[in-house]
């Protein structure tokens, strides 16, 4: 998850960060370059040309399954059409859904989901004139009904406190106006996974077989006995499909509700006068929803009132246009995404009454993009395929060929074709049994099941994830902040949200807002009553380029204060004079600016963020009276009021989680707008810096100095940088991409919308689930429930189980491809005939396709995850390390089943047993030595670098569950099964034996591990020479993606 090359430096957690990247001309340019892997694809943000060169590239049997959780390229153009198409003619849409649904209802009632009857009963608005508001947005029809206020009181709802909380009458208005939900597409049902199965080429090629084999199997034995032979293969086939079918369903399932997770966004809404949080889903017409600047306009509605507010409409108008609203133009769309500033708006179409929710309806759930590590499986996948293909092609070739020459011989000692004596049914099926083993050995070879084996991963985290409680969302998140105040500190108010009930008051807004507030009550400070005596004129939201934002206010008839909160020595520089504790106003000499300035250093350096504020009085005539929202109020000649120090705790946790991250070899970055004294006190306090020694240039430094430098010096010093205080969006973004070009991974967290362009960036975002924006989670890849840095390093954790269970499966995958495909080529060329036949084959499959995948890819994570080195991007995923114990298991296999197979009759004492039974003992024998050789190696897979394969094995009751049931089938098919599997009943002594053989398995992978491996990639030896004309380029990109 947070892994790093294997060369290069480790991997970054850093701060959020804004602007756009150039992704895509670097995708560009790479694309373009000569020899590359088709199977190397960026880890984000991949063109469809590099994502449809690499399913080019791809050897698939089932394309259906392999690609069901890639991105489908048609689909999106599809959608992007679908999407144009609802934006030109969505009432049209809109009006045909309704009336599908609908069948014999009434068109009105259809047409808008709306009870015609109870609405005339219970809510006087006219029905016409509210459909036409949403669809067409009207501003006559929206004068007659009243404005905003009108519109409430005809919706029984109150601006200031918004509709009653009560459930009947929140039931009554879903019930009247419809749900905030769209009508889901239906689940997919296992037969749909059981078709997609069946569709696998392998499989549909060995379903004609067997009723080839079985129509004339039947026609030359009989019914009685001659349907085992292609009865037997459509029962293994009906098995694998089963067996597949139900854990892509299982899958299906996972992902689906974690989707429905996804989607459910939370919002604030006002209802009975408190502000509470709710499920976007259970908004209802007449609601009062507060908007800030990252926000999803969560239904249709009508701006209330607002500062600054600013939309983007582009999910919706397709084009990336900023549009402001304010009373003139009061419209808000659902989907739309608040770009700056706040407001409040009236809801007045939910569900399938507004245009994203006709969309939504009409889109089907996206399983987003393939990640690297899926699409470099598939390029395993693909190798192992080819030389699976190969070597069934061979054994194919050979066996038919001595098969038509006369020198495959029956159990009996008999020829098994004579040239003009046997007959054409008899020849016809012999060519039709090698031609099934042939295909099955492509079942075997070709992994259909590895690049599936990350979804399966992937959803097992997932859910654990949610499950143990790695990722939480608390209720409250703010806890009562330490405050520091400076004895002559007076008080202005900025924005903020208060209730006061019966003398319990409740305080809603940012952290830093809620912090200074509570303050205030602490002390007694009367907000209704200075509120009461002022009015805002115009608010400018908080710009994190210049640190500060600023409120106009209506002080008297003849007086206008503009009042500035924001960045404590920022504001100070703009401050003319400061205000006394008697309330005079005082010059600013030099003396008492560097007095203000040692204080706010010295509360900085007490890791206090320092917040000061500052106002200048103002003319009423100079209030422009039109554009009042392209007012840039004045930020000079400032009267300073007093500055704040506010101790944002050092969470409990924090400090070992960066210690942890250390030890994983992740390099925590400490990005943040706060003064450059409070970052490095934070950072010391948190563990992110060692000692003071280490707080000085550059490893920490302030944004804009980095952000002055070139591009180079950047380069240069990036990987030094600890601490970066006083940072802009764009500094952050320039670290990031920084960092990339220099072969880092790199993971962002972030919260804020400016941090959208670096959670974009990063090969990793992390967003806030809390404090995060809508903008911000968009963009990101995780979202931190709990909006703790403890969860970060749980997520490094779960990440790093996901790569090492795919590791262990493939391991394990491997092992058998080589045993199996070595046994049967060579017992193919020597003998003319293989120990495994097609039902066996296909058995060890679904042991080593589904069922490993199973066992192994839901290993839960493990505490020494977090002791190993990152994996760089460049990495094989097969290491030394995984080669070594392959090699040692399948060679072991290999020789004793091959020992078994040209001379178990005589090793087994079956020397006076009958030919034809002595041949099927001693296959039967080998078949079962077989599987259990794989159950045996299962554990060891477990721990491919660990000599104690057997720790914590009993917490995973799904892999002792996978073993028990994979050994109580096999000895279900040797003792009862015979006649579908061909195989005979072993006594006591062949069923020890077989396990022993087994269990050899262990000790020689413990003694494996005493084998020491090189550093060099075992496939360094073997690549192309044209790889050797370029070494420089390799070295210099590093790890780039």
């Not at 380069?715 to 072969?743: A, C, F, N, W, Y």
Request: aromatic residues 8%; hydrophobic residues 45%; proline residues 4%.
């Amino acid at each position: 998850m947070a892994s790093g090359t294997g060369s290069s430096p480790p991997p970054e957690i850093g701060a959020p960060a804004a602007a756009v990247a150039e992704e895509e001309l670097e995708q560009a340019v790479e694309g373009a370059e000569e020899g590359e892997d088709a199977f190397d694809i960026p880890s984000k943000n991949a063109s469809h040309d590099r994502l449809r060169r690499w399913r080019q590239a791809a050897l698939v049997l089932n394309a259906s399954r392999r690609f069901r959780y890639t991105l489908d390229l048609e689909r999106e153009e599809e959608k992007e059409n679908l999407k144009r198409m609802i934006r030109a003619h969505a009432q049209v849409i809109r009006a045909v859904f309704l009336f599908k649904e609908a069948g014999q209802k009434n068109l009105g009632e259809s047409y808008t989901s709306i009870k015609l009857e109870t609405l005339s009963q219970s809510f006087p608005v006219d029905l016409k004139k509210l459909t036409m508001l949403n669809r067409d947005h009207d501003p006559i029809i929206f004068q007659e009904v009243g404005g905003v206020r009108g519109l409430s009181d005809l919706l029984k709802s109150n601006l200031d406190k918004g509709v009653s909380p009560d459930e009947d009458e929140l039931l009554q208005r879903r019930d009247i106006f419809g749900a905030n939900t769209y009508p889901r597409k239906k689940r997919r049902s296992i037969w749909r996974f059981v078709f997609e199965a069946c569709q696998d080429l392998t499989l549909v090629i060995l379903m004609v077989a067997a009723a080839i084999s079985l129509s004339l199997g039947m026609a030359t034995e009989g019914v009685k006995d001659g349907w085992y032979d292609g009865g037997s293969i459509f029962f293994a086939v009906f098995l694998v499909v089963f067996v597949t079918a139900t854990s892509d369903y299982r899958q299906s399932l996972q992902f689906q509700h974690l989707n429905e997770e996804k989607q459910n966004i939370q919002v604030e809404v006002i209802r009975g006068g408190k502000r509470i949080g709710a499920s976007i889903f259970d908004l209802v017409v007449g609601d009062v929803v507060p908007l800030k600047i990252g926000d999803q306009v969560p239904a249709d509605g009508i701006l209330i009132s607002g500062h600054s507010l600013a939309i983007d409409e582009s999910s919706m108008t397709g084009e990336s246009k900023i549009v402001h609203k304010d009373q003139r133009a009061p419209f808000l769309m659902s989907g739309c995404k608040v770009a700056d500033g706040y407001g409040s708006m009236l809801v007045t179409g939910v569900g399938t009454n507004t245009e994203w929710g006709m969309l939504m309806a009409n889109l089907s759930v996206d399983v987003g993009e393939e990640t690297p590590l899926q699409v470099r499986l598939n390029g395993v996948a693909t190798l192992i395929g080819i030389v699976g293909l190969s070597v069934a092609a061979a054994v194919l070739v050979v066996l038919w060929i001595r098969y038509f020459t006369g020198h495959t011989k029956n159990s009996d000692g008999t020829t098994q074709f004579v040239a003009g004596t046997t007959g054409v049914k008899q020849g016809f099926m012999g060519a039709i049994r090698i031609l099934t083993i042939a295909v099955t050995i492509v079942v075997v070879a070709v992994p259909e099941g590895l690049p599936l084996a990350v979804t399966l991963t992937l959803a097992y985290s997932m859910r654990k994830m949610m499950r143990d409680k790695a990722l939480v969302k608390p209720s409250d998140r703010f806890t009562k902040p330490s405050l520091y105040m400076r004895p002559y500190i007076s008080f202005c108010i900025i924005s903020w949200f208060f209730i006061q009930d019966g003398g319990a008051a409740e305080v809603t807004g940012s952290p830093t807002e809620k912090a200074i507030l509570s303050w205030g009550l602490m002390i007694g400070m009367d907000f209704k009553d200075v509120r009461s005596k002022s009015s805002i004129i115009h608010v400018h939201p908080f710009n994190s380029e210049k640190k500060r934002g600023g409120v106009a206010v209506q002080v008297s008839d003849t007086e206008v204060h503009i009042h500035w909160k924001g960045a404590a020595e920022i504001l100070l520089a703009s401050c003319r004079s400061w205000l006394s504790t008697d309330g005079s106003v005082q010059p600013m000499s030099s003396s008492k600016h560097r007095e203000f300035k040692k204080w706010i250093d010295d509360m900085a350096m007490s890791s206090l963020r320092c917040v000061a504020f500052a106002y200048c009085p103002w003319e009423p005539k100079m209030v422009p009276t039109e554009s009042l929202d392209k007012w840039k109020l004045p930020e000079d000649d400032l009267t300073l009021i007093g500055v704040v120090g506010i101790k944002d705790p050092c969470r409990p946790g924090v400090r070992n989680a960066v210690q942890l991250c250390s030890i994983a070899g992740v390099k925590v970055r400490m990005v943040t707008g706060d003064n450059v004294e409070t970052a490095k006190a934070i950072a010391l306090e948190c563990g992110i810096l060692d000692t003071k020694d280490a707080a000085s240039e550059p490893s920490v430094i302030e944004g804009k100095v980095f952000r002055d430098m070139s591009e180079a010096a950047r380069e240069e010093i990036v990987e030094k940088i600890t601490v970066m205080g006083r940072s802009s969006p764009h500094d952050k973004l320039l670290l990031v991409q920084s960092l990339k070009r220099k072969g880092h991974v790199v993971a962002v967290t972030g919260d804020g919308t400016n941090d959208a362009p670096a959670l974009h960036e990063a090969d990793i975002g992390l967003s806030m689930g809390i404090s995060g924006t809508e903008v911000a989670k968009e963009s990101s890849d995780i979202i931190i429930l709990d909006d703790d840095f403890t969860s970060v390093v749980k997520v490094v954790r779960w990440g790093r189980s996901v790569y090492a269970n795919i590791q262990k499966f493939i391991q394990f995958q491997l092992t058998v491809n080589v045993a199996a495909l070595v046994i049967n080529v060579v017992a193919a060329v020597s003998s003319g005939d293989v120990p495994l036949n097609a039902v066996e084959l296909l058995w060890v499959n679904l042991i080593m396709d589904t069922l490993g995948a199973l066992a192994l890819a839901t290993e839960p994570p493990i505490d020494n995850l977090m002791k190993r080195h990152p994996v760089g991007r460049r990495e094989p995923l097969v290491t030394n390390i995984m080669w070594r114990n392959l090699f040692i298991q399948a060679l072991y296999q290999i020789a004793v089943l091959l020992i078994f197979n040209f001379d178990g009759k005589r090793i087994l004492h079956l020397q006076n047993e009958s030919r034809e039974h002595a041949d099927k003992m001693k296959n039967t024998f080998v078949f079962n030595a077989f599987v259990f050789c794989q159950i045996f190696n299962e554990f060891n897979a477990r721990k491919p670098e660990e000599k104690n394969v057997f720790k914590g094995v009993t917490n995973n009751h799904l892999f002792m569950g996978i073993v028990g049931a994979t050994t109580g089938l096999q000895i279900l098919i040797i003792e009862f099964l015979g006649k579908f599997f061909d195989t005979a009943r072993l006594n006591w002594r062949l069923w020890m034996l077989s396990v022993a053989i087994g269990a050899v398995s262990w000790p020689l992978a413990y003694l494996g591990k005493f084998i020491p491996v090189p550093v060099r990639p075992f496939q360094s030896y073997f690549k192309r020479c044209s790889c050797r004309r370029r070494p420089r380029q390799d070295e210099e990109q590093g790890g780039k993606s």
